[in-house]
């Protein structure tokens, strides 16, 4: 479900640097979470990010799922 956090970034025109920036953060932290190998990052970290995109983390755990559904957990499958 984290590796969702690509699509949602890119939807709001921000580059990883932007988000790490933005949620205090580093972009090797952002990468890791996108690219699925941080599985299991702090509350307050995803806060931290949710934050970042406008978000309350409610709404980003939400909409990373909607995503993983609807496109499949790489983003890169087609819609259903």
């Known amino acids: 479900m984290l590796r969702m956090l690509k699509?949602?970034?890119a939807?709001?025109?921000?580059?990883q640097e932007d988000l790490a920036r933005r949620a205090g953060v580093s972009r090797q932290l952002i990468a890791s979470i996108e690219a699925g190998r941080h599985q299991d990052p702090r509350?307050?970290?995803?806060m931290r990010i949710a934050?970042?995109?406008d978000l309350n983390v409610e709404d980003?755990?939400?909409l990373m799922r909607d995503l993983e559904r609807?496109?499949?957990r790489d983003g890169e499958g087609e819609a259903r």
Do not use: P, V
């Not at 939807?11 to 580059?15: D, I, S």
């Open 7 to 9: 699509a949602i970034r």
């Open 11 to 15: 939807l709001r025109g921000m580059t």
């Open 43 to 46: 509350l307050s970290t995803l």
């Open 51 to 53: 934050d970042a995109l």
């Open 60 to 62: 980003l755990i939400r």
């Open 70 to 72: 609807r496109y499949g």
